[in-house]
């Protein structure tokens, strides 16, 4: 695939009006300009996009590396299910390292070719390890298949910036909400609905944040309670974050964000590896929103 | 230096192949993770994909990029015995050595992930798992028995069971 590389254009240096459209001459209208010019919004999103990616995998790195490294070389299980290569523990760790070492340089690099070569090795680990036996359980890789896809996606676009401001945030949307719908229609159970998986899973096994204190401090029939309304409130709760997929938006693509930074605090800050790359993901979507409200400033002040 | 395209306000860019793939792509995972649970069939399959029992390996690893967080009411059962149906469904009481969990998606990660794999070898004695995810009417059982294998090079075998009588309603 040839794509144009991301290069600063000059000429819309000059066609993109600064914010508030004042009129502005010297060193910080230039920054200012530059700032807002297609190319540069777009080589900001993506390094957002991939930052937070990283993150998400190397919050958990001090699990991840003792069981890549020891647990799965040393102590392997033998279970006929998985074919030899899905099983074989140097896969996994090959699967886990390799992204992170090129996503690492491409994050210090504006090589157009190095991105896209990064995200493709980082569809290409996450998907390896969304099917491995070492890993398949692990939620972080399958959200950061989904939000590699689309880093994947913003780099192969080249300077298509209608496209990219257009269809950018839609797609950042659409894949955070698709995650949102996933969970939400699994719960559709009564074991969820009546809240006993989460009385279970949160408010009698989790030791972390203000589970042991509710433990504690309140009766068995009102936890039960609280963990209804809790779990109720989660369904619905991802239920609208999946339906904000029909009305993205710069300011939708916010509200997941703030959403899944609830959702952080209220389980555990290992869930980040999970949530980073859509966190990451609709920053970057809401930034390249900015590139059709820059397109609008520009139309109303010309 | 690149020929630009920059964005105008109310235009409708062309879709190009590569777009057009993807949104095509994320519909696709919507409408099976709405449609699967759907009917009888989808909602086994789906149950079946977090106890590794799919017709095959290709199925589950086609279904493996549908999230599916925090789905199911999945319970698992720990015990260096086997148990019995009643012990299970909560009728009688579990060995002491026993344990039981709630766990949030995948129940056969207690066996496949993690440091479990090496304590059992360690120990070494072998140990049943017993899994049961619920979506509504669906429920699935399991019984896995893990081995230790204390050869020059240690490992753990997984083996599934049948279940005995009993142990599934």
Redesign the interface.
Same mark, same amino acid.
């Given at each position: 695939m040839t794509a144009?590389?991301?290069?600063a254009?000059?000429?819309?240096l000059a066609?993109?009006s600064l914010a508030g459209g004042q009129a502005a001459s010297g060193p910080i209208a230039v920054m200012a300009a530059q700032a807002t010019a297609?190319?540069e919004v777009v080589r900001r999103a993506f390094k957002v996009a991939l930052a937070f990616w990283l993150v998400g995998w190397l919050v958990k790195v001090h699990f991840f590396w003792p069981?890549f490294t020891w647990?799965c070389l040393? #102590?392997?299980?033998?279970?006929d299910?998985?074919?030899a290569w899905?099983a074989s523990p140097w896969v996994s760790l090959a699967a886990y390292v390799g992204p992170l070492a090129v996503g690492l340089v491409a994050l210090g690099s504006d090589s157009s070719q190095l991105w896209r070569w990064a995200c493709a090795a980082l569809v290409a680990g996450s998907?390896i390890l969304?099917?491995h036996?070492?890993? #398949?359980?692990?939620?972080t890789f399958?959200?950061s298949?989904?939000a590699s896809?689309?880093m994947l996606?913003l780099v192969?676009?080249?300077?298509? #910036?209608?496209?990219?401001?257009?269809?950018g945030p839609l797609?950042a949307q659409?894949?955070v909400s698709?995650?949102f719908?996933?969970?939400a229609?699994?719960?559709?159970?009564?074991? #969820?609905w009546d809240g006993?998986?989460f009385y279970?899973?949160y408010f009698?096994?989790k030791g972390n944040f203000i589970y042991p204190w509710l433990r504690s401090h309140l009766r068995e029939e009102t936890l039960m309670m609280l963990a209804a309304a809790f779990s109720r409130a989660v369904i619905v709760g991802e239920f609208v974050v999946a339906a904000l997929a029909w009305f993205a938006s710069r300011q939708t693509l916010l509200l997941s964000i703030a959403v899944m930074v609830i959702v952080v605090a209220i389980s555990t800050s290992f869930l980040f590896s999970?949530m980073g790359c859509l966190i990451g993901v609709a920053l970057a979507g809401a930034r390249l929103a900015r590139?059709?409200e820059?397109?609008?400033s520009?139309?109303a002040t010309s | 230096m690149a020929t630009s395209n920059p964005p105008q306000p109310d235009a409708q860019p062309a879709l190009s192949r590569g777009t057009a793939r993807f949104y095509r792509l994320l519909a696709t995972a919507a409408v099976l993770v709405v449609l699967l649970p759907a009917w009888d069939t989808g909602r086994q399959l789906l149950l079946g994909t977090h106890h590794l029992r799919t017709p095959s390996f290709l199925v589950w690893a086609a279904m493996q990029p549908l999230p599916s967080m925090y789905n199911f009411g999945n319970q698992v059962w720990i015990s260096p015995t086997p148990l019995t149906g009643e012990q299970l469904d909560g009728r009688q009481n579990l060995p002491p050595e026993a344990t039981t969990l709630w766990v949030n998606h995948y129940p056969t990660r207690m066996m496949t992930f993690g440091a479990q794999r090496a304590y059992l070898v360690h120990q070494p004695k072998p140990m049943h798992y017993y899994l049961r995810s619920r979506f509504g009417g669906n429920q699935v059982d399991s019984h896995y028995l893990l081995e230790p294998q204390l050869d020059e090079k240690p490992a753990v075998v997984v083996k599934r069971l049948p279940l005995a009588p009993g142990t599934q309603p």
């Open positions: 144009p590389p991301l290069a254009p000059t000429s819309e066609t993109l297609p190319a069981y647990v040393d #102590y392997p299980l033998v279970f299910f998985f074919p899905a998907l969304c099917i036996q070492n890993s #398949y359980n692990d939620a399958i959200t298949f989904w896809l689309w996606w192969t676009r080249g300077a298509n #910036y209608r496209e990219i401001a257009h269809h797609l659409a894949v698709l995650m719908l996933g969970g229609i699994g719960k559709l159970t009564p074991d #969820y006993t998986a279970h899973l009698q096994q999970v590139l059709n820059a397109a609008h520009s139309a | -």
